[in-house]
């Protein structure tokens, strides 16, 4: 099993920039894929990357390529998430996730004002 804690949220003005962060615990961190996901105000939650262990292979949703990066350290068991050139629209709680384990973290809120 893993838990995830995020964190780097906050509020930013659009065209600026945030780093979001998810520390795991557990001992197989380095052997799963891990994701981002994000949830906005009456909205379904939606991918927004990925990456996968060992080749570190990313997987972007097409309103965030450019401008997200989704990156791991597996000696310290955190994905992040490196949120450039945000928009009004990428406003939402942002989540953590493991997907084998089918693990959140409790995700931090991502405010950005136009």
């Known amino acids: 099993q893993v838990q995830l804690v995020e964190s780097g949220g906050g509020l930013v003005q659009a065209g600026g920039s945030l780093r979001l962060s998810c520390a795991a615990s557990?001992?197989?961190?380095?052997?799963?894929?891990m994701a981002w996901y994000r949830q906005a105000p009456g909205q379904k939650r939606e991918l927004v990357a990925a990456i996968t262990p060992s080749t570190s292979m990313t997987n972007y949703a097409d309103s965030v390529k450019g401008r997200f990066t989704i990156s791991r350290d597996d000696a310290r068991k955190t994905v992040s998430l490196q949120m450039n050139n945000l928009k009004p629209e990428d406003t939402a709680v942002y989540y953590c996730?493991?997907?084998?384990?089918?693990?959140w973290g409790q995700g931090t809120q991502v405010t950005v004002s136009s």
């Open positions: 996730n493991a997907p084998v384990y089918n693990a």
């Open positions: 557990g001992s197989t961190f380095s052997i799963i894929p």
